[in-house]
C-alpha cells in the first residue's frame, strides 16, 4: 500500500529512463517538489501527503500490538534510551553521509544517476519546516515498516537472518530507482546497514534519527550546494 506501491512505480519510471533518447546524465528527478502555484493550495497538499503517509506507520503499530506488549516496545521505538540512540544515529549518519555524497557525485559523472532538482528554500515561510516534516515522513515511514515490521513479520515466517536483511535492502533500493542506477545500489547498501543495526541492537529509533538527519540534509542542504556548485549538482543542458 505504501513503499511496496512505491518500488513498482520507481521500476517503471527507471525502464522510461533508460529506454529515453536522452541519457540518465541529462534527466532529472524533483525532490518535494511545488503542487500548486498557489500559496494555500502548495501548503495543503505538501501538508496532507505528510498527514497521509504517516496512516501507513500507525497501521503497522496497529497490526504488531499484542496484550500487553506495546508495538513501540517491540520495535525500540521509544524514549528508553535517549543517549544511546542519539550516539547511533549520528554515527550511522557519519558511515552512511560522506560516502553517499560520493556515491552520488560519482554517479553524476559517469552517467547513470539523474540530477535531483531540490525545492527552493525561499518559497514561502513554511517551507523549511515542512521540508523538516517531510524528512520526518520518510523516516518514520521507511525504519518502521521497512526494517521495524517486515523484520518482525518475515522472522515470523521462518526466514533467516540474512535473506531478511537482503529483501529489506533491496526493497529500500528499489523505491530508490527513479533516480537512478547509483541511489538503488546506495540506498540498498544503506538497508543492509540498517538492517545488521536493527538485528543487533533491536531498536529503530537510531535509524529513524539517523534517517531522519540524512533526509534534512539532502533536503536543506542540497539547495544550498547546488548554489554553491552548480557546474558539479546541476542537470547537464
Same mark, same amino acid.
Given at each position: 500500500?505504501?513503499?511496496g ?6 521500476i517503471?519510471s527507471?525502464?522510461?529512463r533508460?529506454?529515453?533518447?536522452? @541519457? ?7 525532490? &518535494? %517538489? ?7 493550495l ?6 496532507l ?11 503497522? +503499530? ?15 521505538f &521509544?524514549f528508553?534510551?535517549?543517549g544511546?540512540? $542519539? ?13 553517499g555524497?560520493?556515491l #552520488? ?25 515542512? +521540508?523538516v ?6 523516516a ?13 513479520? $518475515?522472522r515470523? +515466517?521462518?526466514?533467516s ?7 529489506s535492502?533491496l526493497?529500500? %533500493?528499489? #523505491?530508490?530507482? #527513479?533516480?537512478?542506477?547509483? @541511489?538503488f545500489?546506495? &540506498? ?8 545488521w ?16 538527519? $540524512? ?10 550546494a547546488l548554489?554553491?556548485?552548480?557546474g ?6
Amino acid at each position: 500500500m505504501s513503499l511496496g506501491a512505491s518500488a513498482l512505480y520507481s521500476i517503471i519510471s527507471i525502464i522510461a529512463r533508460l529506454t529515453d533518447a536522452r @541519457p540518465l546524465s541529462e534527466q532529472s528527478a524533483t525532490l &518535494n %517538489g511545488s503542487q500548486s502555484p498557489r500559496e494555500w493550495l502548495d501548503f495543503s497538499y505538501q501538508f496532507l501527503s505528510i498527514f497521509f503517509a504517516l496512516f501507513a506507520v500507525a497501521l503497522v +503499530l496497529y497490526l504488531l500490538w499484542l496484550p500487553g506488549q506495546s508495538p513501540f516496545r517491540r520495535l525500540g521505538f &521509544n524514549f528508553t534510551q535517549p543517549g544511546c540512540d $542519539l550516539m547511533r544515529g549520528f554515527g550511522l549518519v557519519l558511515v552512511i553521509g560522506i560516502p553517499g555524497l560520493g556515491l #552520488y557525485l560519482a554517479g553524476r559523472s559517469l552517467g547513470f544517476t539523474v540530477a535531483i532538482v531540490p525545492s527552493p528554500l525561499d518559497t514561502f515561510w513554511w517551507t523549511i519546516p515542512i +521540508l523538516v516534516l517531510s524528512a520526518l515522513r520518510s523516516a518514520l515511514v521507511e525504519e518502521l515498516i521497512v526494517v521495524g515490521y517486515l523484520f518482525t513479520r $518475515l522472522r515470523e +515466517l521462518g526466514w533467516s537472518t540474512w535473506t531478511i536483511i537482503v529483501s529489506s535492502a533491496l526493497l529500500r %533500493g528499489s #523505491y530508490h530507482l #527513479y533516480q537512478g542506477i547509483g @541511489p538503488f545500489f546506495g &540506498n540498498a547498501a544503506m538497508g543492509v546497514l540498517f538492517g545488521w543495526c536493527y538485528l543487533r541492537w533491536g531498536r529503530t529509533m537510531p535509524l529513524v534519527i539517523a534517517h531522519w538527519i $540524512l533526509d534534512i540534509v539532502s533536503f536543506v542542504g542540497y539547495p544550498l550546494a547546488l548554489t554553491w556548485w552548480p557546474g558539479l549538482l546541476a542537470p547537464a543542458a
